[in-house]
Structure formats: C-alpha cells, structure tokens
C-alpha cells in the first residue's frame, strides 16, 4: 500500500512516498522535489560476513531518460560511472556509514536512480534523504534519520536548496549533513569566505535539516516498519582484554613513539605477530579487534594526559614541510611538496581549446571544463603492492576536492586563454595527501607562470574527543586519522576559505567544535603559506619555452567563413603551413596557439590578409580573373573580387579590355567605390596617373 508526505520546503514541494515501486527491497523510497524524482532502495544480506567491517556500498545513477535524451556512444546506454556519479556515491555513503551500529556486518547496498531530472533541481541532496528515509524504513539497523541540505549565497544573502540558475551567480556551495542533535557532514566550495561566513551558513544548513527529518519520522509512523535487525557482536572471552592490554601497553606506548611510518608499522606487525601466537585458542579477527580497541584507548589517554601526539607534537603541530619548483625541465610546471611522510607532485601543462572537456550532465546539458586536476594514488605511495586498474572512487575525490580548493584563485578565461591540466602524482601519503594536492598544484601553478589571484594551501584536522574533553588536531597523520574522531580538510587563501570537506566517526560534532576546528585550520593555513612563499610567492612573469603561447585577435563574424573556407580546406592549410593550432569562436575571436612566436605571427598575417577590409582610395596588386567585353575581373583579396571597367583600364580609349590584360596576369589597382550592395569598382588608370606624377 502506497504511503506519501509532502511538505513545503524552500519555496517547492517535496514529497517522499514508499509501498508502490521497489516493493522487495529492505526499504524503498520515492523522493520528489519539483520535478526531480528519485528512486532509492536499501537492501541488507541477512547473514553477517566473515569480515571485521560493514561491508557498504553506495552507487548513485544517473539515468538519460531522466532528462529526455538518449545516451551517446555506440551502445546507447548507460556506461561506467561519472565523476559526478562517483562523487554523488560518496557524498551519501559519507554520513550514513557512521550511523550503523558498531558490529553490524551484514552486506548492504543502497543505491539511488535518477528517474526525472528538473535543471533547476539537483537530485544530490535528495538521493542523501532519500538513503536515510529507505534505511529508516527498513529492518536494517540504521541510527537515523538524517538528511542533507544545500547552501548557496547570493549578494551577501543565503539560498536554502538553490536551484541551478542561483548557483550560477551564488559565491559559496555548501552541503550539510546532519541528524536532529549533530552535524555529520560538510562539504563545499566558496570564493574566499570568511570563518564567520561559513559558520553561519553551515548552522543555517543545520536548522534546515529538522523539516527534513521530520518528514522522515512521519513516514516512518505511518508505515511502521516494526523492530529492527538485531546485531551480534562476537566479544573476546572476559579478561583477554585486560589482560592484553597489561603485557602490552609499555611497548604499544614505545612503538607508537617511532616517527617512521613503516618502521612503526613493521613494528605493530611484529607485535601483532606474536599475540596472535600466544592465543591460539581465540580467533584472530577478535585479537585484532581488541589490540585495535586498546591501541586506540591508550593512544587517545595519552594525548589527553599529555598533550602530545604520537610523532611528539602539540596538537597544533605542523610537520616539517619542504617545497620545490621547477624540477622537471620539459614540464610547463612543477611543484613538489613534502610534509612529513606526506610528498605529491604536482606537473602543470597548457593546452588549448581544443584539449577542453567535454562533459554531459543531466542538469547542465553539455558543456567545456577549461581547468583539470587530475589525482594519482599509485600503491608504492604506502609501501604496498597491487594491480594498476583504473581510476578509484577516492582518486576521483581527492582530485575534486583540491580541483574546487585550487578554483577560486584561477584567472578567468579572458585574461588567460588556455586549458590548464594539473596531475598530482602522490609519491608518498602518511595523512592528507588531498591537501598536499592543493599545495603542490598551487607551486606548480606559479612555476608555470598562471598569474594567480593568490596562493592557496590545505591542511588536514583531526579530533579526538571522549565526553565533555576534546582536543582539535593539526596536520594529522594516517594513524590518527584512524584513531579519531574526524577527518575535516580546509583550503584557503590568506583572504578566504575556498573549499571545505569534513566527515565525522562519530555522532556529530557540536558548531562551537566546528569552529574551533576552522580557526584553528586557518592558523595552520597561514603557516603552511609561509613556507611556500620562500620557495616561491609570486607566479613567474614568462611561461616556460616548452608551453605553446596563445595570441588572441578579432575579426569580424562575417568574415569566418573566409579563414575555414569550404570544408574547412583554407583553415586546414594554415594550419599545415605554420604548424599553430588556431580556434574561433562564432563571435569572431581567433586565437591561434604556438611555442613558437615565428609561427604564429606567420599565422597571424595570413588570418589578417583573408579577413582584410577594401577600403576606398587603397591601391591593391590584383590578379585577373576574368576579362569580359566591358572590362575585368580582379581578386584582390583572397576571396574578394572587384570590377574594372573598360574605361578605367588605361589613359585613351580602350577598344577592347583583352588589348590591355589578360587573364592569371597581376596588376595595381585602386578602390574608387564600394556600393551599398559590396560591388567594389577599381581602376588601373589611377595607379597608373599617380605613377607618373
């Protein structure tokens, strides 16, 4: 039996309804929001895996009938997931992965499809609801609900779920996620916004979560989905722990004193090693959960007790940071940066408008990405060893997130024509490698000579928290990331903040420890900018010689047609003759790329030759066309024919114009009117007087 509640909800009607599509999956829900509609379903296996985690899967779906149009390609259906899907994927498993319950291992996937796309309404944030409402509904156990909620600013006011027109004209794209008591998740972008800024809107996004959680509850009442699963959580025998944790909390304190990453991991094998070996009689997924519930409880003691982090520093501690420019000698730009046991490097290249991206989307129809960046996560970057496939989920949202980060600084398109590409290539990773993404991409950038609107750097924070005492974490490393209790990243410019991303492990931080976090975030920013500024502050004034430079001229619209000429055969030609890449927009912009100047001036001329204007009184050198009866035909211009009348042929009279010039031959001639209609009149017989005067 069908169910539905509707509300009104920033100016439109959403509506989530359950019991009419997906009837056997655990839980199902359809959510509408204007015109946007979104299937989404949660299934759970009813055994437990054998695994030590909740084995979760997300997939979001993009669906061209959705938007009325056909898939492109050979096989005209949909292929390998987007980067918008991937990234839609991770945005909703983010804040619902803390909500299981500890122990609950059952198999589960949720995915949500696209069914109706509106331009104006993204299906993003309705998928994240829509995840929580199917779990809600289902006997999975689930400690939601919770809902998402997008915020855009607009001349200084916020927009609660902005539509996509607002979002063109909006300087702050943020996205909360949070239950009734905390907030779970941030994410977003902003042009340089202060930590006041974002506060408000990431509290404001909060209060607007309560309507969509109580629509939730509704439903939830009205369908009654009965008790939920019952989790069995495999303990080891009484004591063990205890006991454990006695032998051996002197040398897990000493070997969590290494500041080597593998020599501190070696050393934790070695341990773990032998626990497994003095145990025989209890399973090892139960000794590795303990060892992992101790290693955690001494280490979070310890940094309360002391104040000190494993690697030695206080909790505002930065680690050493190195910087490098310029160390690839063929590149348009390169930037290493290394922070601890953290190094990416970044490499800048220029391309033209022909190297933009394409790229589809249901809400934006087609359009061209003139910035990429490009994130690489190569397995020796941590001392392991797997198959080289193709790009991970994370690979795609590490690189979006320093792409957003690095954004805001980029200069427009007018005033920098060309198509910048940054690959980071992450060559070492203990902890945030995403923001030593930004840094690096920020190096390379000035190195190849962008003229930035100002550096940009990233850091990593952590928290650990336990009741009332918590304690905010700079620069943190992979250790404790998995130790504590948030993994929130923060880029930024001396002016501003320009992108944000923070998960919680826990149920929700409060909005004083979210600030907390950002100054303390931006302190560490600023430091880090520091440091890059002595290696380089400033983008270098020439490009490097091996980058194509980009010269720009205008002609007029009507004259396009005369540089591609038929087929595109004299384009085609100019391209063949100087060995430039040339562009042109339909209104009338040409901009023709080169690494050589040489070149592209020789390109240049024979543009302004084709797309010269007759002007009266010009003496032009013509080659005859056609000679007729009552005069000739000239080309003077590629493409551009005038007339000379008998009469107008030689001083005296002409019997016949073949007496005077025939046909392929050159000669001078002056313009002595163009007509309203374009005839253009010559005369041989100017030049030839003002010769002898």
């Known amino acids: 039996m069908k169910e539905s ?129 199917a779990l809600t509904l289902s006997k999975i156990p689930f400690d939601g609900p919770l809902a998402g909620v997008k915020i855009g600013r607009k001349e200084g006011s916020f927009i609660i779920n902005p539509t996509t027109s607002e979002m063109a004209d909006s300087d702050m794209d943020i996205m909360v996620t949070g239950t009734r008591d905390a907030i779970m998740m941030v994410e977003g972008t902003a042009k340089f916004a202060s930590d006041s800024d974002l506060i408000e809107a990431i509290h404001l996004g909060h209060q607007q979560l309560i309507p969509l959680i109580e629509i939730q509850e509704q439903l939830r009442d009205k369908v009654g989905p009965g ?23 002197k040398e897990l304190i000493e070997t969590f004193a290494i500041k080597a990453k593998l020599e501190r991991g070696e050393r ?29 409880e001494i280490l979070r003691e310890q940094l309360f007790s002391t104040g000190k982090r494993i690697d030695g520093r206080a909790p505002d501690g930065i680690r050493n940071i190195t910087c490098k420019v310029g160390i690839l000698p063929r590149t348009h730009g390169s930037g290493l940066f290394t922070r601890g046991e953290t190094q990416a490097l970044a490499i800048t290249t220029f391309g033209t408008t022909q190297d933009e991206q394409k790229v589809e989307s249901l809400l934006e129809g087609e359009t ?29 949202g590490h690189g979006n997130l320093a792409l957003r980060a690095i954004t805001p600084i980029l200069p427009t398109n007018e005033d920098f024509p060309y198509t910048i590409r940054i690959v980071s290539e992450i060559l070492e990773s203990n902890g945030s490698s995403s923001m030593a993404t930004v840094c690096s991409g920020c190096l390379s950038l000035m190195d190849a000579g962008v003229p930035i609107k100002e550096p940009v750097a990233g850091i990593a924070m952590g928290l650990v928290k336990e009741g009332e005492k918590e304690i905010v974490l700079s620069d943190i490393l992979g250790d404790e990331d998995h130790l504590g209790d948030m993994d929130f990243k923060i880029a930024g410019t001396r002016n501003g903040i320009t992108a944000i991303q923070m998960d919680i492990k826990i ?7 979210m600030w907390k976090a950002i100054i303390q975030g931006k302190e560490g920013i600023g ?14 004034e020439e490009l490097s010689p091996y980058a194509p430079r980009i010269y720009t001229i205008n002609i007029k619209p009507d004259k396009i047609r005369d540089v591609i000429g038929p087929g595109g055969k004299v384009i085609k030609s100019i391209v063949e003759q100087t060995g430039v890449k040339i562009d042109i927009d339909d209104s009338g912009i040409v901009k023709i790329a080169s690494s050589d100047e040489e070149s592209a001036n020789h390109a240049i001329e024979i543009i302004r030759e084709l797309t ?30 005038g007339f000379v009348h008998i009469s107008q042929l030689a001083d005296g009279f002409v019997k016949k114009a073949s ?14 009117d163009v007509e309203p209609n374009g005839r253009i009149k010559l005369s041989r017989k100017a030049v030839l007087k003002e010769q002898k005067e």
């Not at 626990?275 to 997924?285: G, L, Q, R």
């Not at 990429?372 to 193709?390: K, Q």
Request: hydrophobic share 35%.
């Open 227 to 249: 008790a939920k699963w019952s989790v069995e959580t495999k303990e080891a025998p009484e004591g063990f722990k205890e006991t454990l944790r006695n032998n051996i909390e």
């Open 368 to 396: 061209f990405k003139t910035f990429l960046l490009h994130y690489n996560f190569p397995p020796f970057s941590v001392g392991e060893v797997s198959m080289l496939r193709g790009t991970s989920r994370r690979e795609v």
């Open 612 to 641: 010269k204007e007759v002007a009266v009184g010009e003496i032009y050198l013509g080659k005859v066309k056609k000679v007729i009866d009552s005069g000739a035909i000239v080309e003077i211009l590629r493409g551009t024919d």
């Open 659 to 672: 007496d005077i010039v025939k046909e392929r031959e050159e000669m001078l001639v002056k313009v002595i």
């Open 5 to 133: 509640v509707t509300i009104e909800y920033a100016g439109r009607p959403l509506t989530i309804s359950t019991g009419e599509l997906a009837k056997q999956a655990g839980g199902s829900v359809v959510i509408q929001y204007a015109d946007t509609v979104v299937l989404v379903t949660a299934v759970a296996q009813k055994k437990p895996s054998e695994r030590d985690f909740l084995p979760l899967t997300v997939n979001y779906q993009e669906m061209s009938y959705a938007a009325g149009k056909i898939p492109g390609g050979f096989f005209k259906r949909e292929g390998r997931p987007t980067d918008r899907e991937t990234l839609t994927s991770r945005l909703i498993d983010r804040p619902i992965r803390p909500l299981f319950p500890k122990g609950f291992r059952n198999e589960t996937q949720v995915i949500a499809t696209v069914l109706s796309a509106d331009p104006e309404c993204d299906p993003a944030t309705l998928s994240i609801i829509g995840a929580s409402c």
């Open 527 to 540: 430091k880090i900018l520091d440091i890059m500024a002595e290696t380089l502050s400033t983008p270098r």
């Open 268 to 296: 934790q094998g070695e341990l773990l090693e032998t626990i497994v070996k003095d145990n025989p009689d209890i399973a090892e997924p139960l000794i590795y959960k303990t060892y992992d519930d101790i290693t955690r």
């Open 507 to 513: 149920k929700g931080i409060t909005k004083e420890t």
